[in-house]
């Protein structure tokens, strides 16, 4: 079964510095992964997706995540944060394109971003 | 302006009711997810579909169920059997099976048991 870890409960960083946040999951094959960003008592937005190809992916508001099969991670990053980014952050990882039909995401259990002047 | 539209908001029950949440989804996405959310514990999948008049049970479907009568509408029931049904519900819908893409979210309900 595809799980998802998010080590990091919470992270506090300056605003200005860089950030990492950091995901693994377990899939048998070549995964489908998202990063969502949740504001409180919000939904979801997607942020950025991978599904093949070049393993370094751009989204929005600044932030990339890399694809790194060898460790089974899928981490966030942006260089620079400004305060509207404080929220939780989400990764998922779905079936991807071998297990077609069986198509379900499967999220970690979230990392709360709080960023300090 | 296209999509996800959960209703109501906040959402407040008594021990032993029924109560059902809306989702209508207007973007023509063939997928529809009902998750749960509780502090800690990211989102949980209750039940999935893929088409009209078919669902799936996710990983905690126990005292909740659901109907896809219509592809625009995925309403959920938390029935009196479901023991902690205060939380935060999320429905999400993508467009099509095993293609490319990625779940679209609506704004959520919190649910309370008073």
């Known amino acids: 079964a595809q799980s998802v870890t998010q080590p990091d409960i919470h992270i506090t960083v300056s605003e200005g510095a860089s950030l990492e946040l950091r995901c693994n999951y377990s899939y048998g094959a070549t995964p489908y992964l998202f990063w969502y960003v949740q504001s409180p008592g919000q939904g979801l937005q997607l942020l950025l997706k991978y599904f093949s190809g070049d393993t370094l992916v751009q989204g929005i508001k600044g932030f990339e995540a890399e694809f790194k099969r060898s460790q089974s991670s899928f981490n966030l990053r942006k260089p620079s944060v400004h305060w509207s980014d404080a929220a939780e952050y989400f990764c998922?990882?779905?079936?991807?394109?071998?297990?077609?039909?069986?198509?379900?995401?499967?999220f970690g259990t979230g990392t709360r971003l709080t960023i300090i002047p | 302006d296209g999509g996800i539209t959960q209703s109501p908001k906040y959402l407040f029950r008594k021990e032993g009711q029924n109560v059902t949440l809306s989702c209508e989804q207007n973007l023509n996405h063939d997928a529809m997810y009902w998750y749960r959310q509780d502090p800690g514990q990211g989102l949980r999948l209750i039940y999935y579909s893929q088409i009209v008049n078919d669902f799936q049970k996710g990983d905690i479907a126990e005292g909740y169920s659901v109907s896809r009568e219509k592809k625009e509408s995925f309403p959920l029931t938390v029935t009196s059997a479901q023991k902690n049904p205060t939380a935060f519900y999320l429905c999400?819908?993508?467009?099509?099976?095993?293609?490319?893409?990625?779940?679209?979210f609506g704004q959520g309900t919190r649910l309370t048991v008073v």
């Open positions: 998922a990882v779905g079936p991807g394109i071998s297990n077609f039909g069986n198509e379900k995401l499967t």
């Open positions: 999400a819908s993508s467009p099509r099976r095993g293609m490319n893409t990625e779940a679209f």
